[in-house]
């Protein structure tokens, strides 16, 4: 089993006159909490993670988390961060926008949040009304963009979509047509497939946004290494490399500098 380690979100506030404390501190409000704690311990893939436990202690509300150590540091290193930059704009979009609903949150109910964690204790990040976590405006461009992962689920009633798992970066909603799925041949249901698709990309992060993507086009690929087609590629190359002269073609690459 994986070494354990805690984050704490400690919360400062008032219930009507009286100090907040654990047995004031609303369910809704916990659960608005809880979802936001999970983005950041697992900003990417959820589905597969390890347990989060919890726990609740006195001293106006200390809700402790706590879960494998790798991901308890990784947060720490971003708590970090962020109280040295004083910016989210260093984040990806997942994490940043769950820091903007804490801060939100303190602005809301005038609450003072604490976050800090048992790998990086000397560092803690302090989050009120009088902060400011938001991003600055990013620019974001439609482009096309290319993924590969398994087909998870396809379908739906209202909405069309293909969810795509791709390793690394969890699961990716993308709209299509219902006559596109149901004109296709065969189930592509748990299928290794590549997506061409359209969608918005935060240029400054490279972060595509998982609810904007309309698909463009399935590409059935095999993930194996094919000897033999490699092999036609350089057959076919050979004809049009076999009049270019090596050293001539790596000098108009790299230019003439005079030294």
């Given at each position: 089993?994986e070494?354990?380690?805690?984050?704490e979100?400690?919360?400062?506030g008032?219930?009507?006159?009286?100090?907040?404390?654990?047995?004031?501190?609303?369910?809704?409000?916990?659960?608005?909490?809880?979802?936001?704690v999970?983005?950041?311990l697992?900003?990417?893939?959820?589905?597969?993670?390890?347990?989060?436990?919890?726990?609740?202690?006195?001293?106006?509300?200390?809700?402790?988390?706590?879960?494998?150590?790798?991901?308890?540091?990784s947060?720490?290193?971003?708590?970090?961060?962020?109280?040295s930059?004083r910016?989210?704009?260093?984040?990806?979009?997942?994490?940043?926008?769950?820091?903007e609903?804490?801060?939100?949150?303190?602005?809301?109910?005038d609450?003072?949040?604490?976050?800090t964690?048992?790998t990086?204790?000397?560092?803690?990040?302090?989050?009120?009304?009088?902060?400011?976590?938001?991003?600055?405006?990013?620019?974001?461009?439609?482009?096309?963009?290319?993924?590969?992962?398994?087909?998870t689920?396809?379908g739906?009633?209202?909405?069309p979509?293909?969810?795509?798992?791709?390793?690394?970066?969890?699961?990716?909603?993308?709209?299509?047509?219902?006559?596109?799925?149901?004109?296709?041949?065969?189930?592509?249901l748990y299928?290794?497939?590549?997506?061409?698709?359209?969608?918005?990309?935060?240029?400054?992060?490279?972060?595509?946004?998982?609810?904007?993507?309309?698909?463009?086009?399935?590409?059935?690929y095999?993930?194996?290494?094919?000897?033999?087609?490699?092999?036609?590629?350089?057959?076919?190359?050979?004809?049009?490399?076999?009049?270019?002269?090596?050293?001539?073609?790596?000098?108009?690459?790299?230019?003439?500098y005079?030294?």
């Amino acid at each position: 089993m994986e070494t354990q380690a805690t984050f704490e979100v400690r919360i400062d506030g008032k219930r009507g006159t009286k100090d907040l404390k654990p047995n004031e501190f609303d369910i809704r409000e916990l659960r608005g909490l809880l979802d936001e704690v999970e983005v950041l311990l697992f900003p990417n893939d959820r589905r597969d993670r390890p347990v989060i436990s919890y726990r609740v202690e006195e001293g106006s509300v200390r809700n402790i988390f706590q879960t494998g150590l790798q991901s308890i540091a990784s947060l720490g290193a971003v708590i970090g961060l962020v109280n040295s930059q004083r910016t989210l704009d260093v984040l990806e979009p997942r994490t940043a926008k769950a820091f903007e609903a804490i801060q939100q949150w303190a602005i809301e109910k005038d609450y003072v949040f604490t976050l800090t964690t048992s790998t990086n204790p000397e560092t803690e990040l302090r989050v009120d009304r009088s902060t400011a976590y938001f991003r600055s405006e990013a620019t974001v461009v439609e482009t096309e963009v290319y993924l590969y992962g398994k087909v998870t689920d396809a379908g739906g009633k209202e909405s069309p979509n293909i969810h795509l798992q791709v390793d690394g970066q969890g699961i990716f909603k993308i709209d299509t047509e219902e006559s596109f799925l149901a004109g296709l041949e065969q189930n592509i249901l748990y299928h290794q497939l590549g997506v061409r698709a359209l969608g918005r990309q935060n240029v400054q992060t490279g972060e595509i946004e998982r609810g904007s993507l309309k698909l463009l086009e399935l590409i059935d690929y095999d993930q194996r290494y094919e000897d033999d087609y490699l092999a036609r590629l350089q057959t076919k190359a050979k004809g049009w490399l076999k009049d270019i002269d090596p050293d001539q073609y790596l000098n108009d690459v790299r230019g003439h500098y005079d030294v």
